[in-house]
């Protein structure tokens, strides 16, 4: 049982290019999401989904995007990467049912940078 | 949305000593609080949680209590060891169910 699978682990990037983070689990969660985190910042919340087909943005979503064609899979987009978006991103998944939500798992982590 | 404080933002104690991190929310409507441990370079990972129907819930050294009425949870380690030096974060559920907002993290030392 693997859990939330990230990759790529490390990462660089320029300013500008574009890349997907990707993020997959094996467990049935209808719920995903993705984080970053950032020094003295903790855990802010990029986009997350309910199930497949249903996604929606969280705390910080400019310059991000998602999107979430099957339960397993919910890939985070960075559009054109910018300075601002180093960063370290884990993206979760949790059971959950309306009103109510449960343990959130995290994949390894990806340490992004961009120059 | 919820807004979620916790301190302190570090905290040295001696081996065997007590531990107690606190956090406060906004969100008279959140209903679950979960406690993450993310040690250096590694994934947070959950070591405890409490529903708004309970005051405390314990776990051999790890408790978890909750005060509705003043919107304030708290994270107390007893005995602690040096292996539960790591990062510990708070956070509370949005009122669907469908965020959570992460405090901003405590860096937690034991001194062998």
């Known amino acids: 049982n693997a859990g939330v699978t990230q990759t790529p682990k490390f990462q660089v990037l320029k300013t500008g290019q574009s890349m997907t983070l990707q993020c997959a689990q094996d467990m049935n969660h209808e719920y995903m999401s993705w984080y970053r985190q950032d020094p003295g910042m903790g855990l802010r919340l990029i986009h997350y989904?309910?199930?497949?087909?249903?996604?929606d943005q969280g705390e910080v979503p400019n310059g991000y995007n998602v999107s979430r064609s099957t339960t397993e899979d919910f890939p985070l987009r960075l559009l054109s990467a910018a300075p601002s978006q180093t960063s370290v991103y884990f993206c979760?998944?949790?059971?959950?049912?309306?009103?109510?939500?449960?343990?959130?798992?995290f994949g390894q982590g990806t340490r992004l940078t961009v120059v | 949305g919820e807004n979620v404080e916790q301190h302190p933002s570090t905290l040295s104690v001696q081996e065997g000593d007590s531990a107690v991190i606190k956090c406060t929310y906004s969100?008279?409507?959140?209903?679950?609080f979960p406690w993450y441990k993310q040690e250096l370079g590694k994934r947070p990972q959950l070591i405890i949680d409490i529903r708004s129907n309970v005051g405390e819930k314990k776990d051999q050294r790890i408790a978890v209590t909750l005060n509705k009425t003043a919107k304030h949870f708290s994270l107390h380690i007893t005995e602690t060891q040096p292996e539960d030096s790591a990062v510990y974060f708070c956070a509370a559920s949005s009122a669907t169910g469908n965020q959570f907002y992460f405090g901003t993290g405590t860096s937690l030392t034991v001194i062998p």
């Open positions: 969100d008279s409507a959140s209903n679950y």
């Open positions: 979760a998944s949790s059971y959950s049912r309306i009103g109510a939500i449960g343990e959130a798992f």
């Open positions: 989904s309910v199930g497949a087909g249903i996604t």
